[in-house]
């Protein structure tokens, strides 16, 4: 039961516009939400975060959106440089025996075209 | 900010020896280490969760025996690949948060380590 899905695994985008990364989630008891970005052969490092009482977190040219009626949560990225060419992961947390637990989604790869 | 190192980060090894990943929290203490497994294309898999000073917990389908994790202090935490064997070769990562956390359910990533078994 894939709990965090990203379905879209690939996306382009044209150097100075907006990037648009999509996760959908099925979990009510998830509380906090995540964007990871990750190299290739490179451990994921943290972009930005959102908790469930938010519907929306900024971070210079980060912006994290969060839609609970629909489950869906998106990050945007304006304007897109091509550094930001990486796969995206989005997770999303809960609070399990004392610990706090992340899922994943299967991850978007961005490409920014200059 | 918090820094996570994992070492080795790349290894190979012949088929039943065994290989131990180590990962550190540089500057922070962590309470909670997690060890996660992952494999071409597809997303992180949480292999289980690591409390310093107790058993990890492992998630469903994650053999104990063969995947060794110890916790030994607030700043190491050790995955042991036992007899490992050529589909145990995989992109393995640790993460931690530390004492206090910045942000609910916020963790710093290790580098990873790569494991190639022959």
């Known amino acids: 039961d894939q709990q965090v899905k990203q379905n879209s695994p690939s996306l382009s985008v044209q150097e100075g516009r907006i990037s648009i990364l999509n996760c959908d989630y099925t979990?009510?008891?998830?509380?906090?939400f995540l964007w990871y970005k990750k190299y290739p052969a490179e451990g994921p490092t943290f972009l930005i975060s959102?908790?469930?009482?938010?519907d929306k977190n900024e971070d210079g040219r980060f912006t994290v959106f969060l839609n609970k009626s629909a489950k869906h949560l998106s990050l945007h990225i304006v304007p897109s440089q091509p550094g930001d060419s990486a796969v995206y992961f989005c997770?999303?947390?809960?609070?399990?025996?004392?610990?706090?637990?992340?899922?994943f989604g299967q991850g978007t790869r961005l490409t920014i075209n200059p | 900010g918090a820094v996570v190192s994992q070492h080795p980060s790349w290894v190979i090894c012949k088929s039943g020896t065994s290989v131990k990943i180590e990962c550190r929290s540089l500057?922070?203490?962590?309470?909670?280490m997690f060890w996660y497994r992952q494999f071409p294309k597809q997303s992180l898999m949480l292999m289980a969760t690591?409390?310093?000073?107790?058993?990890?917990?492992?998630e469903q389908g994650v053999e104990k025996d063969k995947f060794l994790i110890n916790h030994a202090s607030l700043t190491l935490s050790t995955l042991t690949v036992t007899s490992a064997h050529p589909e145990d070769s995989s992109f393995y990562i640790c993460?931690?948060?530390?004492?206090?956390?910045?942000?609910?359910?916020?963790?710093?990533f290790g580098e990873g380590s790569r494991l190639t078994v022959l």
């Open positions: 979990n009510s008891m998830f509380d906090y």
């Open positions: 959102i908790s469930s009482i938010k």
């Open positions: 500057d922070f203490q962590a309470t909670t």
């Open positions: 690591s409390n310093e000073g107790s058993k990890a917990t492992y």
């Open positions: 997770a999303a947390s809960y609070p399990i025996q004392g610990a706090q637990k992340l899922v």
């Open positions: 993460s931690a948060r530390g004492l206090g956390g910045q942000g609910t359910g916020e963790l710093f």
